[in-house]
C-alpha cells in the first residue's frame, strides 16, 4: 500500500508528547512489512535542518486562505537507508518556525493554530493534487489532520482515509469567522453542519472511513461516559460500527533497561543489581541524604489536572510520614509546580521536583524507581507506565483507559502492578500503602518485577491491527 501518515508531531524531529513516539514509531515499523509510507509534519524551527540532514525538494505552492496566498515548500530527511519511511516536512517559517510546536513559552495556545493547520492539511491536499503523493491511504492523526478525510471526500478522491485519535479533550474547534480559509468547496458543505459540531475532529469523525483510539478501554469508555468523550458522545455513538481501540507500541530499542545509553547501569530481569545501582545514583541526583530501605517513587507527567496531580498533592505528606522518597519530573500548570516546588524545599530527603523538560532524567527515574506513579483520571494509552513495566518499576496507577489495558492488580501470584478504581485521593494512599506493605515481602516484589519486566507490548501486534485496519478502510 502507498500510505501519508500525517502528524503535527513526530520523535526525534519534533515532540510536545506521546503523538510524536507513536508518528514516530508506527511507520517504522509498518514500512518493515513492506509498505511504502511517507510521513508528512510541519519544519519547526527546533528541528536542525543541517544536522538532520533535511532539505527542500524544490517543490512548492501557494495556499490560497481567505485573502492571502501563503506559500509553502516541501522538505525531505535524507536517511540514507534503504528502508524505513520517507520523512516530509512542510516548510512555511512564519508559521511553523517558531520556539514552541503549539504554545507560547508560557503554555498558551498560538492564536493562530486554527489558521496553521488548516495550511498545513491544504498543503497536503495540494501535494496529492499535483500526484506528488498517490496515496491508497492516508492516515491522520488527532484534530491537527482531521479536517483531511473530509477535504479527500468533497474532492471526491479515491483514497481511502483512517483518523486516529490519540486525545478526545482536544477536539480542534473553530469559528465562523475561521471557515474563511477553508476552500468555498469545504466552506459550501459546512453550512448543514450545526455550529456546536464546527470543529475538525467532528469533521474527521464523520468522514474518514475508519476511526480509532490508542486503546480498546479507552474505545469502550468514550461510548460509554459523557465526560470523555466531550461534545462528541453522540457522534461517536453514531460511527460505532467504524470506531475501535488499538494499543499503542512501546519502542523497545530505546527503552529498555538492557540496552538504555541514558543510564549508567544496565540490567536484566535476572540480574537487577544494576537497577539497585542505578536507584543510588537517582538518590544521589535528588539531594536525598537518606538512603534507608524504602521504595523511591517516580513520576514523569505533564503537570495537568487529568494526570491526577490534585490527589497526589492531598496525600504527599502521608507518603513522607511512610518514609517513602518521591521524584517528580514535568512542566505545566503553575499551582501543580509551585506546589511541588514548596513540597521539595519543606522535605528535601523525600521530595525531588525538577520542572524542565529532561530524557536523560527521563531514563533514570524508570531505571532508578521501585514504583511509577501515574493516576490519570483518564488515559487514551500512556507510555511512561509501558516503559515502567519493562524497567521493572511497578506501575500505580488508576484503572482507566490503556492503564487498565497495560498494568494487572498483583494478586499474590500473578499481576504486574496496582490499581485503584475510586478516583479519590484516600483510595489512591490506600493502592500506595498496599504496595509500600508487599515491597517489604522481597520474594513478592521480585515476582512483580519478573512479570513486569516480562510483558511485551512491542509495536509487531499493534503494527498488524493497522494494517488490518487499512485493509477495512480500502474495502470501505
Ligand atoms: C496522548 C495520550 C496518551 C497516548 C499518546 C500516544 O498523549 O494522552 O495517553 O499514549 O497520545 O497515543
Redesign the pocket.
Known amino acids: 500500500m502507498n500510505i501519508i501518515f500525517i502528524s503535527a508531531e513526530v520523535a526525534p524531529f519534533s515532540k510536545a ?3 510524536a ?2 508518528s514516530g514509531a508506527l511507520p517504522q515499523q509498518l514500512s518493515s512489512t513492506g509498505h511504502n509510507i511517507s510521513v508528512v509534519s510541519p519544519l519547526y524551527s527546533k528541528i536542525n535542518r543541517e544536522m538532520d540532514s533535511i532539505r527542500t525538494t524544490g517543490i512548492g505552492a501557494l495556499i490560497q486562505m481567505g485573502n492571502e496566498d501563503v506559500p509553502f515548500e516541501l522538505y525531505n530527511f535524507d536517511h540514507n537507508q534503504s528502508d524505513g519511511p520517507h520523512q516530509y516536512f512542510i516548510h512555511n517559517d512564519d508559521l511553523f518556525g517558531r520556539e514552541g510546536i503549539y504554545t507560547l513559552p508560557n503554555g498558551e495556545g498560538f492564536a493562530d493554530n486554527n489558521f496553521r493547520y488548516f495550511f498545513f492539511q491544504k498543503a497536503i491536499i495540494k501535494l496529492i493534487e499535483i500526484e506528488f503523493f498517490k496515496p491508497d491511504l492516508v492516515h491522520c492523526n488527532d484534530h491537527h489532520t482531521a479536517m483531511l478525510p473530509f477535504f479527500i471526500i468533497n474532492r471526491k478522491m479515491e483514497i481511502a482515509t483512517i483518523l486516529t485519535v ?2 478526545f479533550q482536544y477536539q480542534g474547534y473553530f469559528s465562523q469567522d475561521e471557515g474563511k480559509y477553508l476552500d468555498e468547496l469545504d466552506a459550501q458543505r459546512l453550512v448543514d453542519i450545526p455550529s456546536e459540531n464546527r470543529s475538525s475532529m467532528y469533521l474527521g469523525c464523520t468522514h474518514a472511513h475508519q476511526v480509532n483510539t ?1 486503546s480498546p478501554t479507552y474505545a469502550v469508555e468514550l461510548l460509554n461516559i459523557k465526560e470523555l468523550s466531550y461534545e462528541l458522545h453522540s457522534t461517536l455513538n453514531n460511527i460505532s460500527h467504524k470506531f475501535s481501540g488499538i494499543l ?1 507500541g512501546a519502542d523497545y530499542s530505546y527503552w529498555s533497561p538492557e540496552n538504555d545509553t541514558f543510564i549508567k547501569h544496565q540490567y536484566i530481569a535476572s540480574n537487577l543489581f544494576g537497577k539497585s545501582k542505578n536507584k543510588v545514583d537517582l538518590q544521589i541526583y535528588c539531594g536525598f541524604k537518606n538512603y534507608s530501605d524504602k521504595p523511591l517513587i517516580g513520576s514523569i507527567s505533564r503537570l495537568v489536572e487529568n494526570k491526577g496531580f490534585y490527589l497526589i498533592l492531598d496525600i504527599i505528606p502521608d507518603l513522607v510520614e511512610m518514609g517513602v522518597q518521591c521524584v517528580f519530573l514535568g512542566s505545566g500548570m503553575d499551582d501543580i509546580s509551585q506546589s511541588l516546588k514548596d513540597f521539595a524545599n519543606q522535605y528535601p530527603d523525600n521530595i525531588f521536583y525538577e520542572g524542565r523538560f529532561n530524557e536523560e532524567l527521563a531514563h533514570n527515574i524508570e531505571a532508578g524507581a521501585d514504583m511509577f506513579l501515574m493516576p490519570s483520571r483518564f ?5 511512561n507506565q509501558i516503559y515502567s513495566l519493562k524497567y521493572g518499576t511497578i506501575p500505580l496507577v488508576y484503572k482507566t ?2 492503564l487498565a489495558d497495560t498494568v494487572q492488580q498483583w494478586d499474590g501470584k500473578n499481576g504486574n502492578g496496582f490499581l485503584f478504581d475510586q478516583y479519590t485521593s484516600s483510595e489512591l494512599l490506600n493502592m500506595i500503602q498496599q504496595a509500600v506493605k508487599i515491597w517489604d515481602d522481597k520474594k513478592q516484589w521480585s515476582s512483580i518485577i519478573s512479570n513486569a519486566m516480562e510483558a511485551d507490548f512491542s509495536w509487531n501486534q499493534s503494527a498488524k491491527q493497522y494494517i488490518g485496519l487499512y485493509e477495512t478502510a480500502l474495502e470501505n
Open positions: 508528547g506521546g503523538l513516539d507513536v490519540h486525545n490508542v499503542n488515559e487514551p494509552c500512556g507510555l483507559g490503556g
